[in-house]
């Protein structure tokens, strides 16, 4: 398996708006991001992942992108830009962006030259259509609800939106645009920026022909029907040989409808296309039939086998993605641990889990420091498209809206979105004005500047964790098997190769768990746990105990 940087790497996902604030305005900044880079790099992490931070009118929070070469005034403009990218390679980080290239805003130039007629030059840049029985040309949803495309009065035809009305896709048939994309990704490069996350990029290449969705589940019409297009993996290699490969850099691509069987054909070293994909398969675990605001159990077994399933479709020529959330997701505490008795023991668990794995580990801002779900008491605390939009069609359907303000809780985007917690005063130190999207109340007793006040906090046991796996490069390239798959407490593999071997446990339950096994415990010697417990059998774990032993013998 060949070495790199970037498989080595932790990254630390920052979503802007929500980081740090200077200007009182509400919003986080580029300067704020800029005061907090010590911080930053003093969890160990080697890259910046950084959530767009373009001209945008903020239809979906800068996923709507008016000018790909502008940095949003809002964040501080260019020349604050210039200033983060600087410092970040003075302190030795990197700094990976966010490219939103399925669509533009439609307030894009593009856009709005392509809307005025149907000769415009710029036309064929977005995906237009005649309508059909006096609707649109396809019964195809928008991923926040509603029909997938909008009808422009003014050239009586419809134009492609996956996303929101505001997010029109281009159309990646006409080279043109390719081009243009291109250029973008290398007046980037040419900066210094050390590589991109492509956001929904299965989603660029449409289906040859456009035809009615005849699946129930929406799941099925993306699956089906809107990912993995006919000329993906064209369309990404071309981009690979025209621009990524000159450079030293790393890429990511993020999409729906990426899974275990297609995978590597996106990362596969020899065919040239990214380095890394994101898959949701452990994201959309609980969805139920009516996705994600119709949520089911989690299942262990079932999320474990996530993990073995991916780590075997891409040991041969790929390369994974390690991450249990990001800006779109509830928190990784209040989801896949317990936020309340085990709030810290948990915490610690999940971030063990993800540095040792084998892949390029990813954590969000504020997992750091266990930040959890809010639940805030009314829908007009929410802010984030998704939720609105699931909320509108739920509330059209007669469902109980009590109901569904408990399932908002739990699955809103926003959950992810609110204030970093830097402290107990007003606003966690977010801000000094009033932040865009309301402070979790639980800031007083999660924030930094307590957790940085005791040894065995959850921020300072992910220093120790990440400082761990760099010691250990077993645990980043070295071979992965998941024992008793199917036991529904605890989650326990091996990793090793020629020179080590660990053995990694976690008891992800409320209750005491024996790993029952013919290992013998003789031959291993406890390397950290997230528990100081008393001295005891290293097969017996305390709830939500996690251990990393080392063979020994
Ligand atoms: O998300 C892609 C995506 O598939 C989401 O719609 C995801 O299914 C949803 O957020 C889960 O709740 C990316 C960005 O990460 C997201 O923030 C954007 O809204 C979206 O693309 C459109 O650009």
């Not at 422009?152 to 996956?162: A, E, G, I, R, S």
């Not at 989603?203 to 019409?221: G, N, R």
């Not at 250990?472 to 070295?478: E, K």
Request: glycine share 6%.
């Amino acid at each position: 398996m060949s070495r790199n940087w970037w498989k080595e790497s932790v990254v630390y996902q920052i979503y802007p708006r929500s980081f740090k604030d200077t200007t009182g305005d509400g919003i986080g900044d580029i300067p704020g991001i800029i005061e907090k880079l010590d911080y930053v790099k003093s969890l160990g992490v080697d890259v910046i992942w950084l959530c767009p931070v373009y001209e945008s009118p903020n239809d979906d929070n800068g996923y709507d992108i008016s000018n790909y070469r502008k940095i949003s005034e809002d964040f501080g403009g260019q020349e604050a830009f210039e200033t983060l990218l600087d410092q970040i390679h003075k302190k030795g980080l990197k700094l990976v962006m966010d490219l939103v290239a399925n669509h533009t805003s439609d307030e894009h130039f593009w856009f709005k030259e392509s809307k005025k007629s149907k000769d415009s030059p710029y036309r064929d840049y977005y995906i237009w259509r005649d309508g059909k029985n006096n609707g649109p040309p396809t019964n195809w949803m928008s991923f926040f609800n509603g029909s997938a495309w909008e009808y422009d009065k003014d050239t009586q035809q419809y134009y492609l939106h996956y996303f929101t009305k505001k997010q029109p896709d281009l159309n990646w048939e006409n080279p043109k645009v390719r081009r243009e994309i291109f250029d973008v990704i290398e007046y980037w490069f040419k900066k210094g920026v050390d590589g991109f996350r492509m956001d929904v990029i299965s989603l660029i290449s449409k289906p040859d022909v456009f035809e009615d969705s005849h699946y129930s589940k929406f799941q099925d019409t993306i699956l089906n029907i809107y990912a993995n297009g006919p000329k993906i993996h064209q369309y990404l290699h071309e981009m690979n040989q025209e621009v990524l490969s000159k450079f030293d850099i790393m890429t990511v691509g993020e999409g729906p409808g990426i899974d275990v069987q297609n995978g590597l054909l996106y990362v596969n070293e020899k065919r040239q296309e990214l380095n890394m994909v994101f898959h949701f398969d452990h994201l959309f675990i609980d969805c139920g039939e009516g996705g994600k605001y119709d949520p089911i159990p989690y299942d262990l077994p079932k999320f474990k086998k996530v993990f073995s399933d991916w780590d075997k479709a891409l040991k041969n020529g790929g390369w994974g993605s390690i991450f249990l959330g990001n800006h779109d997701f509830s928190r990784m505490v209040s989801r896949f641990g317990n936020d309340r008795k085990y709030h810290e023991t948990s915490a610690k668990l999940l971030v063990t889990l993800l540095l040792t794995m084998r892949g390029t580990v990813y954590i969000y801002q504020g997992d750091e420091i266990g930040m959890t779900n809010v639940a805030y008491p009314n829908i007009g605390y929410y802010n984030d498209v998704e939720t609105l939009n699931a909320w509108q069609e739920a509330d059209k359907n007669g469902q109980d809206m009590n109901a569904f303000l408990t399932i908002v809780h739990a699955q809103s985007r926003d959950n992810a979105r609110t204030p970093m917690q830097w402290n107990d005063q007003r606003n966690s130190g977010f801000t000094d004005g009033e932040p865009w999207l309301s402070v979790n109340p639980n800031y007083t007793s999660i924030n930094v500047a307590s957790q940085e006040t005791y040894e065995d906090s959850i921020l300072n046991y992910y220093r120790d964790i990440i400082q761990f796996r760099k010691e250990n490069s077993v645990l980043v390239y070295g071979n992965y098997e998941c024992f008793q798959q199917e036991h529904p407490e605890l989650f326990v593999y091996r990793r090793w190769d020629e020179t080590a071997e660990f053995l990694i446990l976690h008891n992800m339950s409320d209750a005491p768990q024996e790993f029952i096994t013919e290992l013998n415990a003789e031959k291993f010697k406890l390397c950290k746990t997230n528990l100081d417990a008393i001295t005891q059998e290293l097969f017996h774990l305390h709830p939500w105990q996690a251990k990393i032993l080392v063979r020994a013998d």
